[in-house]
């Protein structure tokens, strides 16, 4: 059974006690809002998310989407809750007034993102793309295309959707071949097939827009010739009346694995209308804008799902009686005790537990410096939080949604046969969760770009913004009594991430093959240790706040540490030696050796 509440409490302990609170009353502050209102606003997105989204969460599944004659029809209850979702307001949540939106930080649509992944991904994905392409917009478009498109967009009214893909080229959008002709009125004729758009299709809202990436006539080779249109499914008039259908159209949609309520399309562009965004030749730089926010958010999709499969495997672990402890009978009352007694499923819920909520924490904290930085004056200051979300930003995305798809694939496991059947909706969380380390950059490639370009970047600047702050950290609680079981571990681990830093960075001088190869390791290691970092903060909050801890919070905030800080960070160890043993044992393997058992 998929069960779910909001973790509204971790949300407050985050709000109240991690994030630094002079800095989050500034930014609520700034958005009008403050502390009880972000409450009640929290309280009534995990209403939405537990009342309306998680009931045909499983049912949606089962039906997916329909696809008749170019149209795309949604799973039964998503055009009501999605309604419902505009006319809250969810959709702008972020956006700036003077488009319609309520301008709340950042960190807040962070937590309302992760309640709508854990209740139902596929829901999330239409107003998630929307958000991308106002994000989009708002960066890098005119203030013609931003007075048109945003306003509409912000309240849902319109949805958005991102065109990169193609049948030739994923990851390389060098590839790319849709083309857009300038006419003389100063719009494009854009011609191309687009592939695996997702919510490029659907009948939940009146207009899609669409951002291509297209080359136009004699453009530069590679991505140095690419730029970003918008292209409208109906074209509307100067006031946003809708007017003429564009020359687009889906063709059909895929057949998938899983978000199998989100319709992912062929789209045909034939010399549809579409208007240039931001610079000619400069739709890498605009879409790389845009996509430090998406990345963030596949990334909280991943905590999302992890968090839906800890409290789906933790309730099962309660109920299933089977075997009994081997210590002592729990439940002598009963045939059996409950699984939850075995050591085995304890650990596998801790590790679930205690990744989920670091990496909260974490999120949490580089949300918080999006926010510093959109309203930072501070040049120093703005750079720093800078920094940091791009340093974090290909961290995040890729280890959460690592843990997603290994938290799902756990939580079958508690769930034992009952959660490889499709009755209780637990193989769905694994096939939900299994796209989010694929899209929006696979996390291969986020790895690359951490190691191949946040490591260098500003002579090691980036890096810096974590190192120092760890560093400053571990020598002002070195003598921290409470913190006995967090200080040592963190230290060790982070001492290994420098020495591997180094390692990394001196071997690919001569070999970029030697700092690649490792990439994924490395990503890990960095995040176990950052997350680390994030436990050692909860500890020693939760030990000053010990004496007001009637339900015990705090108390199971400091023990799930010690089993972070014992059990999961020490993996460091391991991805330590095998880092060092160099990249020589795949770069050099002969590539006949890859089929030796047999003729390919
Ligand atoms: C359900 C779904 C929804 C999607 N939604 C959208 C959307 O809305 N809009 C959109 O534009 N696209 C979308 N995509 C496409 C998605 O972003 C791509 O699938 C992804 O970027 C990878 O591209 P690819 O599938 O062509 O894989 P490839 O690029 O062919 O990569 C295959 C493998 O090779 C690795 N690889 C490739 N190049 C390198 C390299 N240089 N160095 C190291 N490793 C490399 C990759 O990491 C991957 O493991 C979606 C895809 C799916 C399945």
Redesign the pocket.
């Known amino acids: 059974m998929q069960v779910y509440k909001a973790p509204l409490k971790d949300y407050k302990f985050l709000i109240k006690d991690f994030l630094n609170s002079s800095t989050t009353d500034l930014i609520l502050n700034n958005s009008d809002i403050d502390q009880s209102d972000l409450e009640m606003i929290l309280d009534e997105a995990a209403k939405f998310c537990e009342e309306e989204l998680l009931p045909i969460n499983q049912s949606s599944d089962s039906e997916g989407c329909i696809f008749n004659k170019g149209k795309v029809a949604t799973p039964k209850g998503f055009i009501k809750a999605y309604k419902n979702f505009v006319e809250n307001g969810w959709q702008g949540i972020s956006v700036e007034k003077k488009y319609g939106g309520q301008n709340l930080p950042y960190f807040v649509n962070m937590f309302l993102d992760e309640m709508i992944s854990s209740a139902n991904m596929s829901f999330g994905l239409y107003p998630g ?1 929307t958000s991308n392409a106002i994000d989009a917009i708002e960066k890098s478009a005119s203030n013609e295309i931003k007075d048109l498109y945003l306003p509409k967009l912000s309240t849902g009214e319109w949805t958005g ?5 193609e049948p030739q080229c ?3 959008l060098g590839l790319i071949k849709t083309m857009a002709s300038p006419q003389a009125n100063g719009s494009y004729k854009i011609t191309g097939t ?1 592939i ?3 919510c490029g299709e659907h009948d939940l809202s009146e207009n899609i827009i669409h951002l291509v990436l297209a080359k136009t006539p004699n453009s530069p080779e590679g991505i140095k010739g690419i730029s970003m249109f918008v292209v409208p499914k109906i074209i509307p008039d100067e006031e946003g009346n809708l007017g003429e259908k564009n020359s687009l159209e889906c063709s059909s949609i895929e057949k ?1 694995m899983g ?1 199998n309520a989100s319709p ?1 399309c062929v789209m045909h562009y034939n010399e549809a209308k579409g208007w240039l965004v931001g610079d000619l030749h400069k739709g890498m730089k605009a879409m790389f804008i845009m996509m430090n926010g998406a990345r963030l958010m596949v990334g909280v999709q991943g905590l999302g799902m992890a968090e839906i499969s800890y409290q789906s495997a933790l309730y099962y672990a309660k109920e299933r009686l089977q075997g009994r402890s081997l210590k002592e009978t729990k439940n002598p009352d009963k045939p059996a005790d409950p699984i939850l007694v075995h050591p085995e499923i304890r650990k596998n819920l801790l590790k679930i537990k205690t990744l989920t909520e670091g990496i909260r924490g974490l999120m949490a904290w580089t949300g918080l410096q999006v926010d510093i930085s959109r309203i930072e004056k501070d040049k120093f200051k703005k750079q720093h939080s800078d920094d940091w979300i791009a340093l974090m930003t290909p961290i995040l995305k890729s280890f959460s949604t690592e843990v997603g798809c290994e938290a799902s694939s756990l939580a079958v496991q508690i769930y034992g046969g009952h959660g490889y059947i499709r009755d209780h909706g637990i193989e769905q969380l694994v096939r939900d969760a299994r ?1 989010a380390p ?5 996390n ?2 986020q790895a ?1 770009d951490l190691v191949g370009r946040k490591m260098p970047m500003h002579t090691g600047r980036l890096l810096k913004s974590f190192f120092h702050v760890v560093k400053e950290y571990l020598e002002k609680n070195s003598f921290n009594y409470n913190l006995s079981e967090f200080i040592p571990p963190l230290a060790k681990s982070f001492g290994r991430l420098q020495q591997i830093t180094s390692f990394i960075a001196l071997k690919g001088l001569n070999d970029p093959d030697e700092a690649a190869g490792p990439a994924t390791d490395y990503l890990k290691m960095f995040s176990l240790v950052a997350i680390g970092y994030v436990w050692t903060q909860y500890a020693e909050i939760s030990y000053n706040k010990g004496k007001e801890d009637p339900e015990g919070f705090y108390k199971a905030k400091i023990e799930s540490g010690k089993y972070y800080m014992s059990k999961i960070l020490p993996e460091t160890g391991s991805l330590m030696s095998s880092i060092l043993s160099g990249a020589k044992y795949y770069n050099e393997f002969d590539d006949k050796y890859f089929d030796s058992g047999f003729a390919l």
């Not at 959707?161 to 893909?165: A, E, P």
């Not at 694929?438 to 696979?442: A, L």
């Open positions: 793309l959707t991102m065109n990169l893909t994923g990851t390389d687009k695996f758009i997702t998938k978000i992912t796209i694929i899209y929006e950059g696979t291969g490639i690359l």
